[in-house]
């Protein structure tokens, strides 16, 4: 097999166009023979200036290597290439094909374009209508590039020649705007002509002025304006170019979008569309003046991560009529986006267009969205026939009721199409039970639900934020199913950026003001033991210590933080905690009464949070903070023992989480404890029926317990319960996304009475990436996977499970299917990682890459 190199990679991005740095560090995947291993690489550097090569470089190592030539400047477009050597090869494998990178504008002073507003009045405590705007301009020369720079205050998407420029949504996204805006870079070059052009921008609130929050919401959390900011570099066919930037050229006026809202929904009439309007020869006279709004220019970053997309589409698997008469559509599948409908009628016929996650007595049940409308509302222009889908908002849904229909065949001429984060797919699993693949699936889901620019706890009601706790809890699992390294990077610097002068992390990020529990922020773990432990499993999973480098001294602070609130006793038991959020035995108005101490959860949490800080210390050869951190986090370890273990083992707390937290974050003071606690815990698991009895703190955590614990069978009993509360409850119910609750849904087929009763909330689905690492076998060993561990643990009466991930080093995947004398498992290794293969009956060993067939006897 010869050795062939796939395309390089920059930083965590997909393609790097308007990458925010100059200096790009640069990663590939090499295919190659089994057991092949790399020796040296040689990269190769193109720009305009002319082409440089670097010496051979002796390594193994092909993730996130230092950029090697000259940096970048603004708007400077490489192609960079790599060959490498093997351990054994003379020859180096031929040059992969060439990546292209440019750096977006990286120096503020590259910004002459100015943020600009419509210049009309408004009236900040009102809905205000979206605007358009416009501006003309000549090109003189052909052009041979073009580069457009856009952001905004709100959200934007452009056009240029009447044509839709990019195919990104919601952009800029949802950052700490004050400190963070996130800007775009396009290549317009298609788009323009020499001779007459126009530029035009679609805005709207978004959530730098929109209505977001509890109890209606909460307007002009960031400003009052909505404003575009857009610069045009063109360079002609004699090297020449032209810049054009928004300024006080620039017109305004209305546009079809009556109003629009996150919230919402989006009201839109055809009939008011001007024709032409972002052509150039359009008339703009009778259009209004704008005016320039501040924005420092340090504050643009440009993105880490993908952007918002529509990622797929949906038709109907069914239409009925509800009872109250309208059209009931069912997508046969919760989902995060909006209608796209093709409909034939007169002028000034309105469709109208609500959403809801479920049916309630033959009619969609919009009491669980709380006061967010979800209406989309369509009147037409009257045309032979229309097609139209929202621009600025988004809905959870996976009913819709339809009003006021003309367009014939519903099921024909309507689409849902699917919205979230760009992000590659990086993992799979399925096994031999369909029910518990339909679970993995409805994680899945989740996570596309809830992964829209930043990580929401829900996609549907009047909040849609970015809790901390949940993410920390999902963070493994989000790894494994979805390369989010530069999504959720980025968004850890919004996290650093709210975090309080004290350390304090909030409870979401960005921090918007909110109800009883949120505001003022106070110190919670779990929540803000994010700022710890999601960078550390990012560096687990991506192998990128930057992340922990960037995310340091946020972590520093936090675990400073609990360090002076816990004092000399090194127990955190003071001050208000959500503890085990939403444990089944709460009741539905109060769900922080779990059955768990609060406080066992927060000194455990502390004891974690200080390990890894200590283990991120050590990462970045920080030798003195690593010694302090560990030595603390034993402190607290010792005192959470004395405080809450028994001698016997039992816990002060005795319920699952109290367990489950202790034995995975190590706090028995011995084996023998440990073991005991095990056994207790499974007890308790089997005294419950084989249900759940854990909330947002004990779940991600349990079945780990039990199978550290030497209750592997308990495990999976707990993982294959059907009955309420349960994982394969909600399945059992026809679900196709993680609950909030449990028992969202209720045996008797009504919605949960309580507030907070979410069909599409990702935290409790933490248990698939258990199901990756025991029930198929897949895990890191090393970070990155650079060195994996497969240790299949088959049970539950399963017959077979599988697991793919795509890693930094390429496709690692295992699959083990039983047979009449045991098991058979084979296991494939990428090029450039090294796997530790553990089976019953097999001394443990290490193989390098490439496939391994294995039989596993059965055993009495």
């Known amino acids: 097999m010869s050795t062939t190199v796939r395309p390089v990679t920059f930083e965590h991005l997909p393609t790097a166009l308007g990458i925010g740095t100059g200096t790009p560090r640069v990663s590939w995947k090499t295919s190659a023979a089994p057991g092949w291993t790399q020796a040296a690489y040689q990269l190769a550097v193109t720009t305009a200036e002319g082409s440089w090569m670097s010496e051979r470089l002796a390594s193994a190592e092909s993730v996130l290597l230092p950029w090697p030539a000259a940096p970048l400047g603004s708007g400077e477009r490489a192609e960079v290439s790599v060959r490498v050597w093997g351990e054994d090869d003379g020859e180096p494998s031929d040059w992969s094909p060439a990546s292209a990178v440019e750096p977006g504008l990286l120096d503020p002073?590259?910004?002459?374009?100015?943020?600009?507003?419509?210049?009309?009045?408004?009236?900040?405590?009102?809905?205000?209508?979206?605007?358009?705007?416009?501006?003309?301009?000549?090109?003189?020369?052909?052009?041979?590039?073009?580069?457009?720079?856009?952001?905004?205050?709100?959200?934007?998407?452009?056009e240029i020649n009447g044509a839709r420029v990019g195919t990104d949504a919601f952009s800029p996204g949802w950052t700490v705007y004050g400190q963070r805006l996130r800007y775009y870079t396009y290549d317009v070059t298609d788009h323009l002509r020499q001779g007459d052009n126009a530029l035009g921008a679609w805005l709207a609130d978004g959530w730098y002025r929109g209505r977001i929050g509890f109890n209606g919401g909460y307007r002009n959390l960031y400003g009052d304006k909505v404003a575009v900011l857009a610069q045009l570099h063109v360079t002609h066919d004699d090297g020449t170019t032209t810049v054009l930037g928004t300024d006080t050229e620039w017109k305004a006026s209305f546009g079809p979008i009556r109003f629009t809202g996150l919230y919402e929904g989006e009201t839109y009439d055809a009939r008011e569309l001007p024709d032409g309007w972002s052509r150039p020869g359009f008339d703009d006279a009778h259009w209004h003046p704008v005016v320039?709004?501040?924005?420092?220019?340090?504050?643009?970053?440009?993105?880490?991560?993908?952007?918002?997309?529509?990622?797929?589409?949906?038709?109907?698997?069914?239409?009925?009529?509800?009872?109250?008469?309208?059209?009931?559509?069912?997508?046969?599948?919760?989902?995060?986006?909006?209608?796209?409908?093709?409909?034939?009628?007169?002028?000034?016929?309105?469709?109208?267009?609500?959403?809801?996650?479920?049916?309630?007595?033959?009619?969609?049940?919009?009491?669980?969205?709380?006061?967010?409308?979800?209406?989309?509302?369509?009147?037409?222009?009257?045309?032979?026939?229309?097609?139209?889908?929202?621009?600025?908002?988004?809905h959870g849904f996976r009913y819709a009721e339809v009003s006021g229909w003309t367009g014939g065949n519903a099921a024909e001429n309507i689409v849902a199409r699917v919205y979230h984060t760009d992000m590659e797919r990086t993992g799979w699993f399925e096994s031999s039970d369909p029910e518990l693949n339909r679970l993995h699936e409805n994680v899945l889901w989740s996570m596309k639900g809830n992964f829209v620019d930043i990580p929401t706890d829900c996609p549907q009601r009047d909040e849609r934020l970015g809790w901390t706790g949940d993410i920390q809890?999902?963070?493994?699992?989000?790894?494994?199913?979805?390369?989010?390294?530069?999504?959720?990077?980025?968004?850890?610097?919004?996290?650093?950026?709210?975090?309080?002068?004290?350390?304090?992390?909030?409870?979401?990020?960005?921090?918007?003001?909110?109800?009883?529990?949120w505001t003022p922020i106070r110190p919670g773990a779990v929540w803000g033991d994010v700022a710890v432990l999601t960078p550390w499993s990012l560096y687990e999973r991506f192998n990128d210590p930057k992340i922990l480098a960037d995310q340091y001294p946020s972590a520093k602070a936090w675990v400073d933080l609990l360090d002076s609130l816990a004092g000399d006793k090194h127990l955190w038991n003071t001050s208000f905690q959500l503890g085990d959020w939403l444990d089944p035995s709460a009741p539905p108005e109060d769900p922080t009464e779990a059955m768990t101490d609060p406080h066992i959860v927060a000194t455990a949490y502390f004891a974690w949070s200080a390990l890894h800080l200590a283990k991120a210390a050590g990462v970045l050869g920080k030798a003195d903070d690593e010694l302090r951190y560990l030595?603390?986090?034993?402190?607290?370890?010792?005192?959470?023992?004395?405080?809450?273990?028994?001698?016997?083992?039992?816990?002060?707390?005795?319920?699952?989480?109290?367990?489950?937290?202790?034995i995975v974050f190590g706090l028995f003071p011995d084996d023998e404890l440990q073991r005991a606690a095990g056994q207790r815990l499974a007890g308790l698991v089997r005294a419950a029926g084989n249900r759940i009895a854990t909330g947002f703190a004990g779940t991600p955590v349990i079945t780990d317990a039990l199978t550290f614990s030497g209750g592997l069978d308990a495990a999976y009993d707990l993982l294959l319960e059907k009955e309420c509360p349960s994982w394969l409850y909600a399945v059992s119910q026809g679900g196709t996304t993680i609950w909030e609750r449990w028992d969202s849904m209720l045996p008797d087929g009504t919605v949960n009475p309580g507030e907070m009763t979410s069909f599409n909330h990702y935290a409790l689905?933490?248990?698939?990436?258990?199901?990756?690492?025991?029930?198929?076998g897949l895990a890191p060993l090393e970070p990155g996977y650079r060195r994996i561990l497969f240790r299949p643990q088959p049970g539950g009466g399963l017959t077979s499970a599988?697991?793919?991930?795509?890693?930094?080093?390429?496709?690692?995947?295992?699959?083990?299917?039983?047979?009449?004398?045991?098991?058979?498992?084979?296991?494939?290794?990428?090029?450039?990682?090294?796997?530790?293969?553990?089976?019953?009956?097999?001394?443990?060993?290490?193989?390098?890459?490439?496939?391994?067939?294995?039989?596993?006897?059965?055993?009495?």
């Open 765 to 776: 689905g933490a248990v698939a990436d258990w199901m990756h690492r025991t029930v198929a």
């Open 802 to 860: 599988a697991a793919s991930h795509e890693t930094p080093y390429g496709r690692a995947s295992i699959e083990w299917q039983s047979n009449d004398g045991g098991y058979s498992v084979t296991v494939e290794v990428p090029t450039g990682a090294t796997a530790r293969v553990e089976l019953p009956g097999h001394e443990p060993h290490d193989v390098g890459s490439g496939t391994f067939e294995y039989t596993v006897a059965r055993t009495a």
């Open 631 to 662: 030595e603390l986090s034993r402190a607290v370890a010792e005192a959470f023992a004395n405080e809450y273990i028994g001698s016997d083992g039992r816990m002060a707390s005795d319920a699952q989480t109290a367990y489950a937290l202790a």
């Open 473 to 517: 809890v999902f963070t493994p699992t989000a790894a494994f199913l979805y390369d989010c390294s530069g999504m959720l990077s980025s968004w850890l610097k919004d996290v650093a950026a709210e975090q309080l002068p004290d350390g304090t992390v909030p409870w979401y990020v960005p921090v918007i003001p909110g109800g009883n529990y």
């Open 109 to 158: 002073q590259d910004w002459t374009a100015k943020p600009v507003a419509p210049a009309w009045p408004e009236d900040p405590d009102s809905d205000r209508r979206p605007p358009l705007l416009r501006r003309s301009f000549a090109l003189h020369r052909p052009v041979v590039s073009a580069r457009l720079y856009a952001t905004a205050h709100g959200l934007y998407e452009m």
């Open 292 to 394: 320039v709004v501040p924005r420092d220019p340090a504050t643009l970053v440009a993105p880490e991560g993908p952007p918002v997309r529509c990622t797929g589409e949906i038709r109907p698997v069914s239409v009925t009529e509800s009872p109250s008469g309208n059209l009931v559509l069912d997508f046969g599948q919760n989902l995060v986006g909006r209608l796209r409908i093709t409909v034939r009628g007169e002028a000034g016929a309105t469709v109208t267009l609500r959403h809801a996650e479920v049916l309630q007595d033959g009619e969609i049940y919009t009491r669980p969205l709380r006061l967010a409308d979800a209406t989309d509302r369509y009147t037409l222009a009257g045309a032979e026939e229309e097609t139209w889908e929202p621009r600025f908002t988004l």
